[in-house]
């Protein structure tokens, strides 16, 4: 059973952190591209970081140097390491692995960023 569960989100002041995990199970995590994906409420989802298999990080421009994303493939995690917060980050965060014919996704965790 392919599982994405995402943990870590939160309420936290502007200018805070947060860091949330994915740990996934059910398939070859390391085969597999993954990414951080947000969606804020009557916005479209949008990708926020990426990790190919193989490869190196990538950023949406709104977050580039200011979120890190990390995967741990002995452990089959994907983390997301949030500093510099802003109202603007608020969204509901999404955990995503993909192949070529395959595409999986988590429940979802609530981010606030709020004074």
């Known amino acids: 059973q392919v599982q994405l569960v995402e943990s870590g989100g939160g309420l936290v002041q502007p200018g805070g952190s947060l860091r949330l995990s994915c740990a996934a199970s059910?398939?070859?995590?390391?085969?597999?591209?993954v990414a951080w994906h947000r969606q804020a409420p009557g916005k479209q989802r949008e990708l926020v970081a990426a990790?190919?298999?193989?490869?190196?990080?990538d950023y949406a421009a709104s977050v580039k140097g200011r979120f890190t994303i990390s995967r741990d493939n002995a452990k089959n995690t994907v983390d997301l390491r949030m500093n510099n917060l802003k109202p603007e980050d608020t969204a509901v965060y999404y955990c995503?692995?993909?192949?070529?014919?395959?595409?999986?996704w988590g429940q979802g965790t609530q981010v606030t960023v709020s004074a």
């Open positions: 990790f190919a298999s193989g490869g190196s990080p």
């Open positions: 995503n692995a993909w192949a070529a014919r395959t595409d999986y």
């Open positions: 059910g398939f070859i995590f390391s085969r597999y591209h």
